[in-house]
């Protein structure tokens, strides 16, 4: 009796292998959800980075790095956000790694002057399609926060998926037909939803949100601080308070993982609200539907605190 499964497992054990699906990890949780989307029902992707923590910089835990080497596909955004993963991602072959930033049709837009912020509505309007990939050093990372390009990432990881493991090609294909589907259709959802206060002004922590306003023709005045893990200066919160005079802000937006003191300074004797805005997700557990209920967590975030001004 146990020679016979010893010979059942010798010869069902390498089609086992053959026919796994390939070893996927994704550096950070909004792209994790979307990739979980497209694997849905075959595999589970592994997330790299926890949304605690700053996907910048810092070292990264030994696990994390054997995770990343022994995957088969690492898709991340690129340098100019996980600026961690850079040198372990380095000894990865071309063809087991997406940097999305460099994927076809990603449409990209450079990072904004802090004092250009308030007159980036007209040129979103002339630039409609985005910049095209360039140096990524000028580049605006945060593109997850597009629907059009949420859709450019399922798209690209499930060519990859369909090209390398086609035993499971029908599958990553009718998945990610499905997640366009369902992309589309919240998109539609959050318009309408949006309309009311697509013409009111608010400031951001951070600018990390340009993708989404520009989806959705919303329009941010100023971001309180350039760089999110540094307070901004005395100066930088003077013109911040005339900027909220002359552009009659409505609300200013804070982040959860980071301090709102500089926030509590400048709408202090004033009628501006205090709003939030996660750009990562951090409070959301990981999974296909995070991508969603983050994009959701903004559009609640913008009508919650704007609503009521228009």
């Not at 991340?76 to 040198?87: A, C, D, I, R, T």
């Not at 990209?108 to 095209?132: C, F, N, T, W, Y």
């Not at 971001?223 to 909220?244: F, Q």
Request: hydrophobic share 45%; net charge negative; charged share 20%.
């Amino acid at each position: 009796m146990t020679r016979f499964l010893l010979t059942i497992l010798l010869v069902v054990a390498p089609f086992t292998i053959l026919n796994a699906a390939p070893r996927v990890a994704v550096s950070i949780a909004p792209v994790h959800s979307l990739v979980q989307g497209v694997m849905h029902g075959v595999a589970s992707a592994e997330l790299l980075l926890k949304s605690n923590r700053s996907p910048h910089s810092g070292s990264l835990p030994p696990s994390t790095v054997r995770s990343l080497l022994s995957a088969d596909l690492v898709v991340w955004v690129g340098p100019p956000l996980e600026g961690s993963l850079v040198k372990a991602l380095d000894g990865l072959e071309p063809d087991r790694k997406i940097s999305l930033l460099a994927a076809e049709g990603m449409r990209l837009r450079q990072i904004r002057p802090a004092s250009a912020m308030h007159e980036h509505g007209d040129q979103d309007q002339k630039d409609d399609d985005g910049v095209q990939p360039g140096s990524q050093t000028t580049v605006d990372p945060h593109i997850w926060l597009s629907s059009i390009n949420a859709s450019i990432i399922v798209n690209t990881v499930a060519q990859w998926l369909i090209e390398h493991d086609r035993s499971n090609a029908p599958h990553y294909h009718r998945n990610a037909q499905a997640l366009n589907a369902e992309i589309a259709g919240w998109r539609a959802k959050a318009e309408a939803e949006l309309a009311p206060i697509r013409d009111l002004k608010f400031m951001v922590f951070h600018d990390a949100y340009q993708y989404f306003e520009h989806d959705f023709g919303l329009t941010a005045s100023a971001s309180v601080t350039i760089d999110p893990e540094r307070p901004p200066g005395a100066k930088h919160l003077r013109e911040l308070r005339h900027r909220l005079q002359a552009d009659d802000v409505n609300c200013i937006f804070t982040e959860p993982q980071f301090s709102s003191d500089a926030v509590n300074i400048l709408v202090e004797d004033t009628d501006v609200r205090i709003g939030m805005l996660d750009p990562l997700g951090v409070e959301i557990k990981p999974g296909r539907e995070m991508w969603f209920r983050l994009m959701q967590g903004l559009v609640s975030g913008m009508t919650g605190c704007l609503a009521t001004a228009s």
